[in-house]
Structure formats: C-alpha cells, structure tokens
C-alpha cells in the first residue's frame, strides 16, 4: 500500500505570496493533520481534520487554512508569505477510530518551502 | 496548554551502551504518548506509543512507560546499535492535537 503522499516535495515562493501544498493520505485513513517544522526544532501542530471537517487547530495566524476533501485528500493554503513561513511541512493520516484523535499517525516526506 | 520537554542533544554514546532520553510532559486529561524517529534523509516513523498510564510501549530494543505521577514517557534501550543514531521525538496526542517536542539528536560510535 502507498504511504501517505505529498506534492510539491519543493517550492520556492517570494514574500507576499500564496501557495497551496497538497497531501493524500493512506487509504482508509479519514483524518489528516498538518505540521510545520523548522530546522532543528519539532513539528508544530497547525491542523487536524476529519471527514472534512477541522478537528483541531494549533497556534498560527489565520493566514494559515486548511480543507479536507470527499476522497480525504487535504490542502494547505497559506496566505501573504513571510520569510518566517520558510519549513518543511508534514502532513499526517490515521484511521480515527473515534479514540479522539490519539490514534497513531503516519506522515508523509513533507513539502520544503523556502521563501525569498 | 499542553507541552512536551525532552533533554536536549546531542547525546553521544558509543555501540553497546544503555541509553536513556528524558521526556516530561503537561497536559489536560488523559493524553497517549508517542515516541518518533526521524533517520537520516528519511521521514518522521513511529517508533512507539502508550495510551493510558502504566502502561509500557517498546519496539526495536526501545522501551517506555507512561508515567502519570510524574507526568513522564522517558525513552531507554539497554544496547544501542550504530543503525540507532537519529532523531527522537516525543509526542502527546489529545484533544485533537498532537504536540512535540523539540526532539534529540544521538549519535551512535561503532
């Protein structure tokens, strides 16, 4: 079986712009998160979605949004990009078996973004 | 709001000896517990998990406990191996969120 997907794996944006990373997750998995991590540090909680609808939301400005789709594919939509955006960004799928959303995640390779 | 803290890195050890990496965490309510692994050039993995307390994860050699009364999930493994060395998270997960720590980077010498 696939694991969970991610495109693009790399992108370069400039200040002020706008970009969209997408993520499939693994087959029968219902519930994608999305994380931001910086060098050196660890991943930042940013989303948690279920049956397209947001579960969870972390500490980042509403520049940042997220939607699930029927097919249980998500994207992540940041707006008006600044230099602190630049990271790696991770998206996560479990099964959510109604444990409230403690189920165990798989993630994918993430999406680089650098912004210039 | 919850948090997780993990010793910080990086930790060196040489082939064979016993490891232990430190993790605290506060939270609301009953949280699971995950260790991550992060290997070079590969992604985030699941290396083990606890839900509830008292309860032990383990995988690969590694071990953990859920310790509720002094809120830690400290990592161990008697004999680390060179195929050890990476990146190690701690993790809770709990109202609809899952939050880490800033992970531990070790080194294993052969």
């Known amino acids: 079986d696939a694991g969970v997907t991610q495109s693009p794996t790399h992108l370069i944006k400039t200040r002020g712009q706008h970009v969209t990373l997408r993520c499939s997750p693994i087959?029968?998995?219902?519930?994608v998160s999305w994380y931001q991590q910086v060098l050196g540090q660890g991943p930042q909680f940013i989303f948690q979605?279920?049956?397209?609808?947001?579960?969870g939301r972390g500490n980042f400005p509403d520049r940042f949004s997220a939607r699930q789709f029927p097919n249980y594919s998500s994207e992540l939509n940041v707006n008006a990009l600044l230099l602190g955006d630049s990271a790696l960004y991770l998206c996560?799928?479990?099964?959510?078996?109604?444990?409230?959303?403690?189920?165990?995640?798989?993630f994918g390779p993430g999406t680089r973004l650098t912004v210039l | 709001g919850d948090s997780v803290t993990q010793m910080e890195g990086p930790v060196t050890l040489s082939e064979e000896a016993f490891l232990t990496i430190n993790c605290t965490y506060t939270a609301t309510g009953y949280p699971s517990l995950f260790w991550y692994v992060q290997y070079p050039g590969e992604g985030l993995q699941l290396l083990l998990k606890?839900?509830?307390?008292?309860d032990k994860g383990s995988n690969k050699g590694f071990e953990a406990t859920y310790r509720k009364e002094t809120t830690s999930f400290h990592l161990e493994k008697g004999s680390v191996q060179v195929s050890d060395s990476a990146v190690y998270f701690c993790a809770l997960s709990g109202g609809f969120k899952t939050i880490f720590g800033a992970g531990t980077r070790l080194f294993v010498k052969a």
């Open positions: 996560a799928s479990s099964l959510d078996r109604g444990s409230g959303g403690t189920d165990t995640q798989y």
């Open positions: 087959s029968g998995h219902k519930s």
């Open positions: 979605y279920y049956e397209k609808e947001e579960r």
């Open positions: 606890a839900t509830k307390a008292d």
